[in-house]
């Protein structure tokens, strides 16, 4: 699958025909060729609709779903084990209309995973996400916990 990371538009191009994010009005709008920057955006229609008529709170969780182990695995080319270890939502309004979620990679937060794993050790970095309205309101912010490592073949002396 390194083949994928070598072009963020094939990314993106896979991740707005993949069926979850398809089937829940979810869809990649940017990506960066650095994968430093995503813009997620998530329809308004009836499908993604609660009893209140509002954004459905697990699409809004969804749109955050994979955005940055991807991220991650893109900058780094592959060469870390990444994945989603855990994540909570805190709904602050309801969402109405169509939503937006902008994720990026800082220099800082970088900087730390190559820190921490250097020796092949495991690492848990926290990211945080709001996901606004088309006002630019926050509707939610979200926490997401990943785990990170690096590959046993890309790791120094081992």
């Known amino acids: 699958m ?18 979850p994010f398809r089937g829940a009005g979810i869809k990649i709008e940017a990506l960066s060729d650095d994968y430093r920057y995503c813009r997620v955006v998530l329809k308004a ?7 209140n008529r509002t954004q459905f709170g697990g ?12 991220m991650l695995m893109g900058y780094f080319k592959n060469h870390y084990y990444v994945w ?3 994540g909570d939502i805190d709904y602050i309004k309801p969402g ?8 990026t990679l800082s220099d800082s937060a970088l900087a730390a995973i190559v820190a921490a794993t250097e020796g ?3 690492h848990f970095p926290e990211f945080s996400v709001s996901i606004q309205d088309g006002k630019g309101e926050v509707v939610a912010k ?3 916990t990943l785990y990170v490592r690096k590959r046993r073949e890309h790791r120094g002396g081992a």
Do not use: Q
């Open 2 to 19: 390194e083949w994928l990371f070598r072009r963020a538009s094939l990314v993106r191009h896979a991740l707005n025909w993949w069926p």
């Open 45 to 51: 229609r009836w499908s993604t609709r609660n009893a």
């Open 59 to 70: 699409s809004m969780f969804a749109m955050t779903d994979p955005i940055y182990p991807l």
């Open 84 to 86: 989603d270890k855990s």
């Open 96 to 103: 109405k209309g169509p939503l937006v979620a902008e994720f």
């Open 120 to 122: 092949g050790d495991k």
């Open 142 to 144: 979200v926490r997401r």
